[in-house]
């Protein structure tokens, strides 16, 4: 367990337990535990046969999450998101609520030897598995097109490309390795204006994170079997934290939402298509007053919720 620090303060959690309208007797699964805030606060409400299944595919957070949730009805489960159908159908179980919080932890942010952040000289890792592909591997083996490409499609950068020439000549007299090294190259590929208005480095770090980590396919994969692991009644409630994972979920939304699709002059429907679902509340939430002063890292959180027919 983490000492002298919370792992991850949950977010916007009185608004989640709320979207997922939590049935002591309900069966819910929690498929990015982390340090177990928002697993905790489901579980602690279930009796009665009530069951949460705690996914995450970070082993430093099952250890976490399963140490908080130790003696309530609560099982963990190692393994990224996108099987969480698997999860439910080996158990023969559909589910009551999903809630999927998107992005990176507190605790990966601020553990130096992760490499998530580059406010801290550690290892260029970003694995959230701690498996496979690090960032140093992509940074150093990638052509300066497809590191341009992640870096403007996943950070939506202006300055991909001087960023990507950058870093082909820096790796040409040696690896890069760090973040560390990693943020002075992005800081010398910038305007020097960029560099005083603010830290240049947050979009290209995270466009990197995911990219190493596969998330925006991930994601899509994740939401289409998490509709399907729904009993009818049941919701499926999303955090997101940055505009092309709260583009890919309003989308998802909005068909699963999406009724007759025939053109407006048909005297009758003969699509036959009926709403699978409908949205718990149009626009998505976003944290209170009192929660973004108390934790800065809610602020560009977006909660959005779809209730399945």
Do not use: W
Not at 178 to 205: G, S, Y
């Amino acid at each position: 367990m983490i000492d002298n620090k919370v792992y991850h303060v949950p977010v916007m959690l009185a608004e989640v337990l709320s979207d997922l309208a939590v049935k002591p007797d309900g069966i819910y699964l929690d498929g990015t535990a982390g340090g177990g805030g928002h697993s905790f606060a489901i579980a602690e409400q279930l009796t009665n046969g009530g069951r949460l299944f705690a996914m995450d595919q970070d082993p430093d957070a099952i250890a976490e999450a399963g140490a908080r949730l130790k003696g309530l009805p609560a099982e963990m489960v190692h393994a990224n998101f996108t099987e969480l159908g698997n999860v439910l159908a080996a158990h023969n179980m559909k589910a009551d609520g999903i809630l999927l919080d998107l992005g990176v932890s507190s605790h990966e942010l601020d553990e130096g030897a992760r490499g998530f952040s580059y406010h801290q000289d550690a290892p260029l890792d970003m694995r959230m598995s701690q498996t496979g592909r690090t960032a140093a591997d992509l940074v150093n083996t990638l052509s300066e097109q497809e590191l341009s490409e992640i870096i403007f499609r996943y950070g939506e950068e202006k300055y991909a490309r001087q960023i990507a020439a950058q870093i082909i000549a820096a790796r040409a007299d040696k690896p890069v390795m760090t973040t560390t090294e990693l943020a002075d190259i992005i800081k010398k590929a910038v305007p020097a204006k960029v560099r005083r208005e603010k830290n240049p480095c947050k979009k290209t770090f995270q466009a990197i994170r995911i990219a190493v980590n596969d998330e925006l396919n991930c994601l899509t994969v994740a939401l289409d079997a998490a509709f399907d692991a729904l009993k009818p009644g049941g919701r499926l409630v999303i955090l997101t934290f940055h505009s092309l994972e709260d583009r890919i979920v309003k989308q998802a939304f909005a068909k699963r939402c999406t009724g007759c699709t025939c053109p407006p002059e048909f005297p009758v429907c003969v699509c036959g298509r009926k709403p699978e679902g409908r949205l718990v509340h149009r626009k998505p939430l976003t944290a209170s007053a009192g929660e973004l002063e108390q934790n800065p890292r809610s602020r560009s959180a977006k909660l959005r919720a779809i209730e399945k027919l």
